[in-house]
């Protein structure tokens, strides 16, 4: 069998293996490759561009709040951990540590950057002096790493890339408008721009960051009925202020600690991709972060190859100058196997164009989401290129809706969740009476941890789904990766 051939061969379903399945397609689609450093991928070009589009989307948005990018050392010294108490225990099993340098032992251990709280932290306590140097709103595009034990490509690796937004304010209410409006940028960003349904809410206190007062999350269900958590922002009250000394002269002329934020998304928003909107056939994009939008693919005979390529060629040119990310493909292969290189791919939108589409001024579009044909005068191609865009945005974005709406539900008791969990994966709203002890007990008898304790619960539950009590909080539990 050639290597082309075998390229195409179908993957492993996703019923049947849905871990092999993600394997499969991201190896198919050409997107990694192992490195030989334990938990560590290499990004290959496709996947790259998809994590360029989304830097530059959310890059946009957070210089339109007044955010700016910086960029801060990847080197932490020891001592720096020791001042935030939670923090370092909480990053403590993952740090990797710089020992010697330069043929010489180090003074001071140096951990590899797992976040910058702390060395941000120690810079701002050096630039902030006064109220009039408030609010300080900084950004960092960065890799970071964390020692995990158990790897999944994008979703979960020993390094990977992120942005991690940092700021300081001067009072409580302004720092919390900063993180709920960060909290709100992910989740539109989500929606909007990758098709992914997301339920916003605050963590419980065991699942908060290391260091936080309150941490909020934005959470996704994949087609296995896990959850990713698909971004995080955090109000850090004081906790790192104090720990840093990071004070300002206030209005009163007194001196006062800032309060602070961090927020970030990383790639792993990649692997959420993949998993949310793939399917038997390969991956699926949402346009809007598709390295290719559409491919042109001439069709016919050889002897109408030239005047078909032509014409091709200058479709070509016409999509590029609107704006989009568009490829002609003329190889000398058969015009079914690009079909399903592509569907495997991901590509939104496939046009085919052969001698009697040029007879009549036409070209046909192909939907990777609907499978939809749709015959198209030449005349209207652009305009109806960016209309079906924005018709296969909406479909992925309601049918991953339609597919964690018949995965969500609702229980009262800790054997209803174990039963739904066995019959039906998915999401659960459960009440919770607050108790650390409860919560633990679910994980350890279900697997199932608290996503986070939504905004607007579909339903609010009045008893602990554990011990009875009375419920302080609704809450959404599921397996997660």
């Known amino acids: 069998m050639s290597k082309e051939k075998q390229f195409v061969k179908e993957i ?40 360029e589009l989304i830097q530059k989307e959310l890059d946009a948005r957070f210089k339109e709040t007044g955010h700016r990018n910086a960029y801060f050392p990847m080197f932490i010294p020891e001592s720096f951990f020791q001042k935030e108490k ?13 020992t010697e340098a330069g043929g010489e032992k180090l003074e001071e251990r140096l951990a590899i950057r797992p976040t910058s709280e702390t060395m941000i932290g120690h810079m701002y306590s050096e630039w902030i002096n006064s109220y009039r140097d408030l609010p300080v709103l900084i950004n960092q595009w960065a890799n970071v790493v964390r020692w995990e034990k158990r790897t999944q490509p994008f979703l979960r690796t020993s390094e990977f890339l992120w942005q991690e937004g940092h700021t300081a304010h001067e009072d409580e209410a302004d720092a919390r408008r900063e993180t709920m409006q960060m909290l709100d940028i992910y989740r539109d960003f989500a929606e909007n721009y990758l098709a992914i349904p997301v339920i916003m809410g605050q963590k419980t206190p065991s699942e908060k960051f290391a260091g936080a007062v309150d ?49 970030g998304v990383s790639t792993r928003l990649i692997g959420a991709l993949i998993m949310v909107h793939g399917d038997d056939r390969g991956l699926a994009l949402p346009p809007k972060v598709a390295p290719t939008q559409v491919v042109i693919i001439p069709i016919g005979p050889a002897k109408t190859r030239e005047q078909v390529v032509a ?10 100058k609107a704006g989009i990310r568009v490829k002609v493909d003329d190889r000398d292969q058969s015009p079914g196997w690009k079909f399903n290189e592509y569907e495997m791919r991901g590509v939104p939108i496939r046009v085919e164009i052969g001698p009697r589409d040029m007879e009549n001024g036409q070209v046909v579009l192909v939907s990777r989401i609907s499978g939809e044909k749709r015959i198209v005068a030449q005349a209207d191609f652009t305009a109806e290129i960016n209309k079906m865009l924005a018709e296969i945005h909406d479909q992925m974005f309601e049918r991953a809706k339609q597919f964690r709406d018949e995965h969500y539900g609702a229980v009262d008791t800790l054997d209803e969740m174990k039963q739904f969990l066995d019959e039906k994966r998915g999401f659960l709203l459960a009440g919770w009476c607050g108790s650390a002890a409860c919560e633990a007990q679910v994980k350890e008898e279900t697997g199932a941890t608290s996503r986070n304790i939504p905004f607007s619960p579909s339903e609010h539950k009045s008893t602990c789904l554990v011990c009875g009590e009375k419920a302080e909080h609704t809450v959404v539990f599921g397996r997660a990766y």
């Open 86 to 98: 939670e923090h370092v225990e909480g990053f403590n099993p993952e740090l990797p540590w710089v």
């Open 215 to 263: 941490t909020y999350s934005i959470e996704a269900m994949m087609k296995d009925g896990k959850a990713v958590q698909a971004g995080t922002s955090h109000y850090l009250g004081t906790n790192f202020a104090v720990a840093f000394d990071i004070k300002f002269l206030n209005r009163e002329n007194q001196h006062q600690f800032c309060h602070t934020t961090s927020w």
């Open 12 to 51: 492993t379903p996703q019923n049947e293996d849905f871990s092999r399945w993600y394997i499969d397609v991201i190896k198919k689609a050409d997107l990694m490759s192992y490195s030989p450093v334990r938990g560590c991928i290499v990004f290959k070009p496709d996947s790259y561009e998809i994590w």
């Open 311 to 320: 014409r091709a060629d200058e479709l070509f040119l016409e999509l590029k």
